[in-house]
């Protein structure tokens, strides 16, 4: 049995966001938690005792505050049922939680060795003490198996694939740290239980759906998307920036080319968007744009939304 959990389904910067007065931000505000996300993190698990998280964003404390599954066990004067932690990229919103992971717990960082660079040439992170917190490089289309912290196996698969998209918004124009050719920058991930075959994907960062892609998810249990924004300029036009959704690394709900016109004619029983930005009006209950996702049977779930398969 493979249980899913998200634990925040926000874009950077989350729902409100602190400095933002748009729509999206002001209706969280005046309608108390419920339209509240933190920013995008899901966690699993295949015992129900030990889970994985796929990033760890700057919401990380409070998204394990808020989740029972991830307490730790009663009678234990330390512990965490946080055996390790799977970065797709090396954003801020990807990153910055495992600052908050630095009180001597043993989990093991698995990610892809360009992130891992990026990790390695900011000494902040030294605060993980790789004694105790191991990090594991993993490859594209090379399967592993995330262990737990005593080294025994989890019975659960994950395989990295590339999807479009590029790397950290603050190496723009910066020499990256680990180097400049081939992907590795943004990474989808399927999540297989073995005991059951069940699978699914988190893909929360992704520039355009391929036909590629698009084979890949073919077929699953419950597919993660990127749901940044409606319309790729949205943003330009409600004065929040001056980048489109594209530029971003990430493609469009809406439109002939956005995730949900791409992908209607998969077969997936459940499909959820994740990293949801505040400006997208999907985000808003009773707005055309959420009932138009709906009807096309999405999901925009709420931060705590457990999935079992
Ligand atoms: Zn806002």
New binding site residues.
Partial sequence: MLRVVVLGAGAG?G???WN???????AARANGHELYRTQASVAFSGDGEHWFLINASPDLRQQLNAAPQLHPKAGALRHTPVAGVILTNGEVDAVAGLLSMREGSPFTVYAHEKVLAILASNSIFNVLNEKIVKRQPIGISEPFEPKFPDGARSGLEVVAFAVPGKSAWYLEGKAHPGGESGDGDTLGLKVTDKSTGKCFYFIAACAEVTDALKAEIDGAALVFFDGTVWRDDEMIKAG?GHKTGKSMGHVAMSGADGAIARLADLSLDRKMFLHIN??NPALLPDTPERKTAEAAGWQIPADGTEIVL
Wanted: charged share 15%; net charge neutral; glycine share 22%.
């Fill in positions: 910067g729902v409100p966001q933002c007065g748009c729509d999206g931000c002001r929040l505040n400006s």
